[in-house]
């Protein structure tokens, strides 16, 4: 839904670009412009991917708009979700499938930021449209603030998943992040990694929760998934991450 909500495709003949952030519904199978990838794809999914195949992980691919209509693989069977880049829209029927999924003990890790805030319906002939705007908290109830554009470096701080174990508990320095302001009034923050230099020191920006039986991570980092192959502590942190969701 984030690709085709993103693609600045022409849909109806008008000159201008259907999009969900300009409030335009979008048919949900279309080309994509330029290179002919979706926008982010390179430094997101393709690099987690490349480490899921390189370290010889198991998993099934599906989109959240083959989910919405029912295509597909499913979430029953699965223990744990990724969401390797953004995912801006969501439809409700689909939101309420994934908090109960996590609900019943699931795990979903999104490695994207502005992720899970929005709405969009979906039509009969998979046609995305009424797409809202962000909403105050995300589909788990965290308050996610702007994304920022300065050098930080992160330190470890709570661990009760061992989310940092095996690292130096140092992770960084880092030019883009997500700060999560407050976890939600159903969610019991579990591990998390604040900023310890270059920002406002002591604010949360990975981090896992309890929701429920199950865990949601938020990693708030753009350039994680293109640090994965470079080893080191965040190859460490993905390999925990993945562990929690196959478990």
């Known amino acids: 839904m984030t690709w085709q909500g993103r ?5 109806d003949g008008d000159g201008m670009p259907n999009m969900l952030d300009l409030g335009i519904g979008v048919r949900g199978a279309r080309p994509f ?3 002919g990838l979706p926008a982010g794809f390179l430094h997101a999914e393709a690099p987690t991917i490349s480490w899921l195949d390189h370290s010889h992980r198991r998993y ?3 989109t959240d708009l083959a989910l919405a209509l029912g295509q597909g693989p499913k979430l029953e069977g ?9 995912a801006r829209w969501l439809t409700r029927r689909l939101g309420s499938q994934l908090r109960a999924f996590v609900r019943n003990g699931g795990t979903l890790a999104s490695l994207g930021t502005g992720s899970l805030q929005r709405r969009v319906r979906i039509s009969p002939s998979g046609r995305l449209y009424a797409p809202t705007t962000a909403a105050p908290t995300d589909l788990f109830g965290a308050q996610l603030r702007p994304l920022q554009h300065r050098k930080v470096t992160l330190q470890a701080f709570r661990d009760a998943l061992q989310l940092f174990s095996g690292t130096n508990g140092t ?4 030019g883009t992040y997500e700060e999560t302001g407050r976890v939600g009034r159903e969610a019991d923050l579990a591990s998390n990694a604040v900023i310890a230099a270059g920002g406002p020191l002591g604010r949360s920006v990975v981090v896992a929760v309890d929701y429920g039986k199950g865990k949601v991570i938020r990693t708030g ?5 293109d640090r994965l192959s470079a080893g080191g502590n965040i190859s460490t ?3 925990r991450i993945w562990t929690l969701l196959s478990h």
């Open 237 to 239: 942190v993905m390999e």
């Open 7 to 11: 693609n600045p495709v022409d849909d």
């Open 221 to 225: 980092l753009p350039e994680f998934p």
């Open 171 to 174: 992770l960084g320095p880092f």
């Open 78 to 86: 699965h223990k744990g979700v990724l969401i390797p880049g953004d």
């Open 33 to 35: 412009a330029g290179n």
């Open 60 to 62: 099934d691919v599906t």
